[in-house]
């Protein structure tokens, strides 16, 4: 229990520093979301102090507020959910935008994350086990579509597969034109028909990464003493492979998929970008084109939370994965 006394105590402090960090950088950047979305009702008309002032108090930026108030305001506004107002999209809020992008995000880079790191685990685990077999020789292939940059392997997918052979659609994240958002089969089948490109991308670019640190460490962990032992003893070879060798060769893979798995709600701003994908990444990318200083510290916010909780989560399940890392030095 001390451990993990430990370990919540730690990430509660990591969390208020990255909600301060939050708070303190949008206003430590040039410019003034009320200037912005000022000269954008100037266009329609003369805009007056007191609007400005009712801009300001909307935003959070009170000038005439001292700061420590509004540090105050900002954290009770955190805890009620209340992330302010987007510039971009005003007067939507930003938790309304964010809600409505991350379940794209997660359904997407999730999903493709989590196949990503389960079949490279499991084929890194058969090459280490069987070394110089011909799925230790697929490593070199898988490892250089993980060197190749991100966008034009999209790039070059999109190509072949949408655009020559039409097998997948060429953007979007449905059929707009043909299908209503909703718990209908159409529609959830138009999403994975989508989906499916993207998510491929996002798993032949990973999945090398993933079997090449899986493969070296399996290699690394049959040379230990209890490795010997446990075959010595004349235990079944599957079982040493995946009680005693694959269970503390997948220990540093797991930190790496914690870090991944946090990030997943950042998006993928290439991928996004690419094949016109609904989610958090283009989200972020106009709100630093428009300037939009909530929608990013929202959007930072909800990044720096998954990092945290996938970290804890990791930390957590590698305590109970392997025992020694409880107890102390």
Known sequence: MRFYLQKLIFYVVALW???????????????NPVDILISKLSAKG???????????????????????LQYLSYFGSVF???????VTYFPANVTNIIGE?????????????IISFVVGIGLGQLAGWKRGSWLDNVIPVTTMFQTVPYFWLALVLLF??????????????????????GMSWDFISSVFYHGALP????????????MMGMRNMMVSTLSEDYIVTAEAKGLHPRRIMS??????????????????????VSGSIVTEMVFSYPGIGSALLTAVQSNDYALMQGIFLVITISVLGANLLVD?????????TRVRA
Request: no cysteine; hydrophobic share 50%.
């Open 80 to 86: 009620r959910g209340d992330l302010g107002v987007s």
């Open 101 to 113: 992008a991350l379940p794209w995000t997660i359904g997407l880079i999730g999903v493709a994350t």
């Open 17 to 31: 520093a990255a909600l301060t960090l939050n708070f303190f950088l949008p206003r430590w950047m040039p410019g």
């Open 243 to 264: 009680s005693y060798a694959a269970r503390n060769a997948v220990l540093p893979s797991l930190s790496g998929f914690a870090i991944s798995l946090g990030f997943v």
């Open 199 to 210: 998510a491929l991308t996002i798993v032949l670019s990973s999945i090398g990464g993933w």
């Open 316 to 324: 957590l399940l590698y305590a109970l994965i392997d025992p020694r």
């Open 160 to 181: 072949l597969l949408a655009s020559r052979v039409q097998m997948f659609p060429l953007s979007g994240g449905y059929d707009v034109y043909s299908v209503q958002p």
């Open 46 to 68: 003369p805009v007056t102090e007191s609007t400005r002032h009712a801009l300001e108090l909307l935003l959070g930026t009170n000038s005439d507020q001292p700061l420590l």
